[in-house]
T-cell receptor
Framework: KAGVTQTPRYLIKTRGQQVTLSCSPI?????VSWYQQTPGQGLQFLFE???????NKGNFPGRFSGRQFSNSRSEMNVSTLELGDSALYLC????????????FGSGTQLSVL | AQSVTQPDIHITVSEGASLELRCNYS??????LFWYVQSPGQGLQLLLK??????LVQGIKGFEAEFKRSQSSFNLRKPSVHWSDAAEYFC?????????FGAGTRLAVHP
């Protein structure tokens, strides 16, 4: 069974641009969560989608958005990039998403210049 | 608000020595507790989890953790560390459909 796939692996953008990150969950998993990891703030929850519906959202500005498609693949978008958005963005999938084992992808490393 | 504290930012042990990584949580109800490990350039892998029942939980790679409600702790232990255990370890508490992570403990293993 293939694991969680995140693309691209690395991304370099400049301030003011927007970016879209993609996540393909493990086959059969309906829940996809996104986390931001930075040296200063650690791992922080962005949002969680289940069957195309956002079920939970973290404390991030509206520039951060996401969506989930009918095949459970998910995308997150960050508009008007700021230097502080530089981070490792991790996607995790699970069957139901409620306090169960999460399977994480290797992440997308975003650098904002 | 729920929170997780990992008091040790860095720990260095010798290969073959025992290991204990500390984790304290703040949570009103019975917590769902997790330990994840992250190797450089990789995502996180679940080591073990506690939901209820036996307070001593066995995980993968020879790790175990003990839930102590009176101390609000969920410390991770391993009796004999291998060089391949060098990584960053995160304790987390589950709230609704999200995880709240501690800041992590980076483990170095000396030969």
């Amino acid at each position: 069974k293939a694991g969680v796939t995140q693309t691209p692996r690395y991304l370099i953008k400049t301030r003011g641009q927007q970016v879209t990150l993609s996540c393909s969950p493990i086959s059969g998993h309906r829940s996809v969560s996104w986390y931001q990891q930075t040296p200063g703030q650690g791992l922080q929850f962005l949002f969680e989608y289940f069957s195309e519906t956002q079920r939970n959202k973290g404390n991030f500005p509206g520039r951060f958005s996401g969506r989930q498609f009918s095949n459970s693949r998910s995308e997150m978008n960050v508009s008007t990039l700021e230097l502080g958005d530089s981070a490792l963005y991790l996607c995790a999938s699970s069957l139901l998403g409620t306090h169960e084992k999460l399977f994480f992808g290797s992440g997308t490393q975003l650098s904002v210049l | 608000a729920q929170s997780v504290t990992q008091p040790d930012i860095h720990i260095t042990v010798s290969e073959g020595a025992s290991l204990e990584l500390r984790c304290n949580y703040s949570y009103g109800a019975t917590p769902y507790l997790f330990w994840y490990v992250q190797s450089p350039g990789q995502g996180l892998q679940l080591l073990l989890k506690y939901f209820s029942g036996d307070t001593l939980v066995q995980g993968i790679k020879g790790f175990e953790a003990e839930f102590k409600r009176s101390q609000s702790s969920f410390n991770l232990r391993k009796p004999s560390v291998h060089w391949s255990d060098a990584a960053e370890y995160f304790c987390a508490v589950g709230e609704r459909s999200k995880l709240i992570f501690g800041a992590g403990t980076r483990l170095a293993v000396h030969p």
